[in-house]
């Protein structure tokens, strides 16, 4: 092949690529902020005087034996219920926390089944992800209807069956990056404080945490909410579940 041909094959191959992943994964982004515009306006504060104030807590990653069941506690300390996006592979390796997730009244919705990125996968893993994580589900009792896909990314397939599963797909507002090495509570705080406002989904992990470069984040993340939930609550927040979002 010539220069030029090579020139056009990579140009023809990062176009195909473009388009079966980064394209989807950006225009779910994009709905994302429509739609929280939508619902609750820009600067929701103003907007919303005298409405309630709701915010939605999500937790992705998990289940994990340590974190999730430390971060149970506090939500069951505070009676606030919450949406987990659980990795299928975890959920069956520690089936009792994602029953303990049901039995509290938080949302189960599906994080993937190996939490690997859309952006990469082929048609058939994607289909077989799927299948296993939401009979990983099934086995356990819960109909699951929400999909978050791993950072957001999906692909043609991903949307397909999505649909075909009748699977909505929730992305989120805040993201507190809590896995990040060179975060602390402090800064997740003011993060969280400063970003949230009504109607918010925020992002954060229970588990996954166990990495050399992750260092117990999760546990940072629970102190982090420890501190925070009583100022939020002071500020007159609610904390409600994906499920209760869709039937605002
Ligand atoms: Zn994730």
Known sequence: MTKKCWKKAALALTAAAAAYSYVPSQAGKLQQRNRRKKAYGAGSYGLNKGQEKVLYLTFDDGPHPVYTEKLLDLLKQYEIKATFFVVGAFAAEYPHLVLRMEQEGHTIGLHSLQHKSAMIQTPSYTRWDFAK????????????????????????????????????????????????????????????????????????????????????????????????????????????????MERR
């Open 133 to 244: 994580s939401l009979e990983i589900m099934e086995d356990l009792g819960i109909a699951v209807q929400y999909y978050r896909p791993p950072w957001g990314h999906v692909n043609w397939f991903t949307l397909w069956q999505m649909n075909a599963y009748g699977l909505k797909k929730v992305l989120w507002d805040v993201m507190a990056e809590d896995w990040k090495e060179d975060t602390d509570i402090e800064k997740m705080q003011y993060i969280l404080l400063k970003k949230a406002e009504n109607g918010s989904i925020i992002c954060l992990h229970d588990g996954r945490g166990d990495g050399p470069v992750q260092k117990e984040a999760p546990l940072r993340m629970i102190k982090t909410l420890e501190q925070t939930i009583p100022v939020w609550i002071e500020d007159g927040y609610q904390f409600k579940t994906i499920a209760e």
